[in-house]
Every structure is written in structure tokens, then in C-alpha cells.
């Protein structure tokens, strides 16, 4: 499909069985189109899914190991590997993804 020079931005179309052609010489393969996909799929759904579980998770997890009842030095520990992990959830740029 021909798509025009200034569109090569936009969403390229593909074919089933070939290349989509950008205009400029240019050529989608299925292979990129496929890479484009994943790549958006992990970056943009996959990812702030799992950043919302685990920072949930973690800070459930800091609520209730820091209660006074639940000392203990099992406790502490785990309560730091969550302190940890929460500081890298929301610290972690997005792009290194």
C-alpha cells in the first residue's frame, strides 16, 4: 500500500503476506510490525499493570509488617525488600523498558 511522505508517521497499514511501502523507498516488513506491536504492547499495557500491582502489593505489605505485633527480624527484613522494591517501582524511567 502507498501511503504519502508526510503520513510515514502515522500508523503504517500492512499487508497479511508482505511490505508496506512508506512512500519514500522506504519498507514495513511484518518482522517491524510485529516489533512495533510487542514493543507497545509491553511498554504501554504490560508495564504500568505491573507498576500498579506492585506498588499496591508493596505498600499493603509495609502496612502490615511495620504493625507493632508484627516485629520480629523476619519481619524487618521483608519490610525493607518491600521498602526497596516500592523505591524502584516509582523511581524506574520508563523508557530503559
Known amino acids: 500500500m502507498e501511503v504519502s ?6 500508523v503504517v497499514p500492512t499487508s497479511c503476506f508482505g511490505n508496506a511501502s512508506l512512500g519514500d523507498g522506504a519498507t514495513v516488513t511484518m518482522e517491524d510490525h510485529f516489533l512495533q506491536t510487542t514493543r507497545f504492547c509491553i ?9 500498579v500491582v506492585g506498588v499496591v502489593g508493596n505498600s499493603a505489605t509495609i502496612v502490615v509488617l511495620t504493625r507493632r505485633r508484627m516485629r520480629s527480624s523476619t519481619n ?6 518491600a521498602v526497596s522494591d516500592l523505591l524502584y517501582l516509582v523511581r524506574k ?3 530503559d523498558i
Open 5 to 10: 511522505p508526510s503520513a510515514a508517521t502515522a
Open 93 to 95: 524511567p520508563r523508557h
Open 76 to 81: 524487618v527484613y521483608l519490610t525493607a525488600l
Open 43 to 51: 511498554q504501554r499495557i504490560l508495564v504500568p499493570i505491573v507498576v
